[in-house]
């Protein structure tokens, strides 16, 4: 049995000093991995990466990440990215990773819409090249998940891939909150689970078309859906092989 926490939106500030440490001590007692889906830091300065990163320093186990879009705010996600894997974490963008037989593909994901909702490259240069973005993010899961042929997948985004879990953000906010395009590489894939973040106000639990579940574990969701405990989802995934 491999256990996977999981939990984003953590918004690390300059004011986060120690603010996780019970937290991740939690997960050490709990968890053989942390996955951490995107908006790590609240403006994606460096200072708040460097807090993080001595924050993360008190975990014991294994950490994989994607950036969110806070991250990228400052325009400094490179630099932020730098930070926290010279802190040990394996901060994905389009790549995949093995932990315990487990195998991880992450991208950020990208904005657009669900389903008949979902923007169409149609119009002005500026709307195509929004819609590329969704795409070019599309092609960097794919591209992460054809690399993998593990037992089981786990997929980290930051964006929401499905509109189940965007239910309860105001519908207006639905299009910029996650795109059905991450769900096209989703379905490709014998996937076991996803992971994202991004929709504070969301739902915690959907699933894709082909019934893969969907997990929204932004911060404020685990603390609404569990509030007798730390804001972290575990889930516990059998093995057939024993690890190594």
């Known amino acids: ?46 200072e708040e990466a460097r807090i993080l990163a001595h924050e993360l320093s008190y975990l ?22 730098d930070i926290l894997r010279d802190a040990g974490v394996v901060v994905l963008d389009g790549e995949a990773h093995e932990v315990d037989g487990i195998g991880f593909a992450g991208t950020k994901g990208f904005a657009g819409g669900f389903d008949r909702g979902a923007l169409s490259p ?14 070019n993010e599309a092609l960097k899961l794919e591209t992460a998940l054809a690399s993998l042929s593990t037992e089981h ?22 299009a910029f909150l996650g795109s059905s395009r991450l769900e096209e590489p989703l379905a490709r894939y014998p996937v076991t689970a996803i992971f994202h973040g991004h929709a504070h106000k969301g739902t915690f639990e959907g699933m894709t078309r082909n019934g893969t579940p969907v997990y929204n574990v932004a911060m404020p969701i685990l603390g609404q859906r569990f509030p007798d405990r730390p804001p972290f989802y575990l ?10």
């Open 1 to 46: 049995m491999v256990r996977i926490a999981a939990v984003a939106d953590i918004h690390c500030s300059t004011n986060s000093q120690g603010a996780f440490r019970e937290l991740f001590a939690s997960v050490n007692d709990s968890a053989d991995v942390l996955l951490l889906p995107g908006d790590l830091t609240d403006y994606g300065l460096l």
């Open 60 to 81: 014991k186990v294994p950490v994989l990440a994607v950036l969110g879009n806070h991250d990228h705010e400052s325009g400094m996600q490179d630099e932020v990215r």
């Open 122 to 135: 149609w119009g002005e240069a500026t709307i195509k090249s929004f819609v590329q973005e969704a795409v």
């Open 153 to 174: 997948i786990v997929v980290l985004l930051h964006y929401a891939p499905v509109k189940a879990t965007v239910e309860g953000e105001p519908p207006e906010l639905f």
């Open 235 to 244: 889930l516990e995934l059998p093995l057939d092989r024993p690890t190594e």
